[in-house]
């Protein structure tokens, strides 16, 4: 074969091995993302954020924000009988 004939299917191997390569690497990291399993944040937070004022409280029994974070308005009005809650909200 000559020269230029030898270039031209080097090129066209190299091509398609370049081509090849692109797909499976597509189908790979499909395959990756399908699998994969999407956690959302919010889901999982409020009852961590519960379980870390419960536990924030037990520490710290006096600290007002811990108790009404809990929604316990008894425990604070306890702690201090004249505390003013903001209800404008």
């Not at 499909?30 to 954020?49: A, C, M, Q, Y």
Request: charged content about 25%.
């Amino acid at each position: 074969m000559s020269d230029k004939k030898v270039k031209q299917n080097f090129v066209r191997f190299i091509i398609y091995s370049l081509l090849l390569l692109v797909l499976f690497l597509s189908a790979f990291d499909i395959s990756v993302f399908l699998r994969l399993k999407t956690k959302v944040l919010g889901v999982s937070t409020p009852g961590d954020e519960q379980s870390f004022w419960t536990d924030f409280t037990s520490n710290h029994p006096n600290y007002i924000p811990g108790w009404i974070e809990l929604g316990r308005m008894d425990k604070v009005k306890e702690i201090d009988p004249n505390f003013k809650l903001d209800t404008s909200y």
